[in-house]
């Protein structure tokens, strides 16, 4: 149980493009999820915290609207790259908790997103 | 606040040598902390987490970790490591009201393992 999917997986796009990815709880209701960005042999840093059915809230140096998110449904959180640029390159990772449950994040397999 | 110290950027060890990543940990509350695995261009798998209960923590695949809380430390061991053990492996504090924005993790260690 308790699994989340990301999709795509891998993603490659021409500069000044828009790329959505989108973050889902197969088997449980997630009210929060959160985005992180991961660079190479790097840890991970939260970028934000999104709450069904309210605006996200962005970590300090997080453009909002470079990075939309959206989470309409307590399954289903996207982040949108607006303008994607080659600097946007990198490895993003959603993870969600389970409503109501002991707290614990579950990680999607992240999407690796190569700007060109 | 909390954070979290990975004393170690990479740890080497042979096939069937007891492994030992280190974690030191910085909390104004009462923490939770847990241990990530991830595997080249993969997503984390928990490996193991503390919530307040024993502070003995028994993961997946052989690997267990102590927390301390008179020295700030929740390293991670395991007795006999596995050429597949290779990974980086993250530390994670999580404290205050607010669990969810308060997931804190370390800079990671990278364990390689040698035939």
């Known amino acids: 149980g308790a699994v989340v999917s990301q999709h795509p997986s891998r993603v490659i796009c021409k500069s000044g493009t828009s790329v959505k990815i989108e973050c889902r709880s197969l088997?449980?209701?997630?009210?929060?999820m959160f985005w992180y960005r991961q660079f190479p042999k790097k840890s991970l840093m939260l970028m934000a915290t999104?709450?069904?059915?309210?605006?996200?809230?962005?970590e300090q140096g997080v453009e909002k609207d470079k990075f939309l998110i959206n989470h309409a449904s307590l399954t289903l959180s996207t982040l949108t790259v607006t303008s994607a640029h080659p600097e946007d390159s990198s490895f993003y990772i959603c993870?969600?908790?389970?409503?109501?449950?002991?707290?614990?994040?579950?990680f999607g397999p992240g999407t690796r997103l190569t700007v060109l | 606040a909390q954070s979290v110290t990975q004393l170690d950027s990479h740890v080497s060890v042979s096939e069937g040598t007891p492994v030992l990543l280190r974690c030191n940990y910085s909390s104004s509350y009462s923490p939770s902390l847990f241990w990530y695995v991830q595997h080249p261009n993969k997503g984390l798998q928990l490996l193991l987490k503390?919530?307040?209960?024993?502070?003995l923590v028994k993961g997946i695949n052989g690997f267990e970790a102590e927390f301390k809380k008179s020295e700030t430390s929740f390293h991670l061991t395991k007795p006999s490591a596995h050429m597949s053990d290779a990974a980086e492996y993250f530390c994670v504090v999580s404290a205050g009201r607010n669990y969810g924005q308060n997931f804190v993790f370390g800079p990671g260690t990278r364990l390689s393992v040698l035939p």
């Open positions: 088997d449980f209701q997630a009210t929060t």
């Open positions: 993870s969600a908790v389970l409503a109501g449950g002991p707290f614990e994040q579950f």
């Open positions: 503390y919530t307040s209960a024993a502070t």
């Open positions: 999104s709450n069904e059915g309210s605006k996200a809230t962005y």
